[in-house]
């Protein structure tokens, strides 16, 4: 059984930077994309970042391009995602996700529906 555990999140004053982390369990190989997430109070949730099984290949939402960077560590089987330059905007719930299918496919990746496992999810709030 796959579990994904997410921390690293916490108040951050705005223009800081934060790193969150996903811990996943239950594979001695993972060879899903894997993604993070968000929902802020009162909205859906919301596509952030995802990265191939073997960390070449990204793709961000336009709201994280230029400030967030997705990373993965094969060997520890985590996934990160480091927040620079934060608003008060980015103030959600963060979630990592797991793709469904053991490929790279551009046009679902960003759709949450297309993602199997979920982590319980790690709050970040941007304020002064």
């Known amino acids: 059984q796959v579990q994904l555990v997410e921390s690293g999140g916490g108040l951050v004053q705005p223009g800081n930077s934060l790193r969150l982390s996903c811990d996943a369990s239950g594979r001695t190989f993972n060879p899903y994309p894997m993604a993070w997430f968000r929902q802020a109070p009162g909205k859906g949730r919301e596509f952030v970042a995802a990265?191939?099984?073997?960390?070449?290949?990204?793709y961000y939402a336009d709201s994280a391009k230029g400030r967030f960077a997705i990373s993965r560590d094969k060997v520890k089987n985590t996934v990160h995602l480091q927040a620079n330059k934060v608003k008060p905007e980015d103030t959600a719930v963060y979630y990592c996700?797991?793709?469904?299918?053991?490929?790279?496919?551009?046009?679902?990746?960003?759709?949450?529906?297309?993602?199997?496992?979920w982590g319980q999810g790690t709050q970040v709030t941007v304020s002064s």
């Open positions: 996700a797991e793709f469904k299918r053991p490929a790279w496919e551009l046009l679902k990746i960003s759709d949450e529906n297309e993602y199997d496992y």
């Open positions: 990265i191939s099984w073997d960390a070449v290949t990204t």
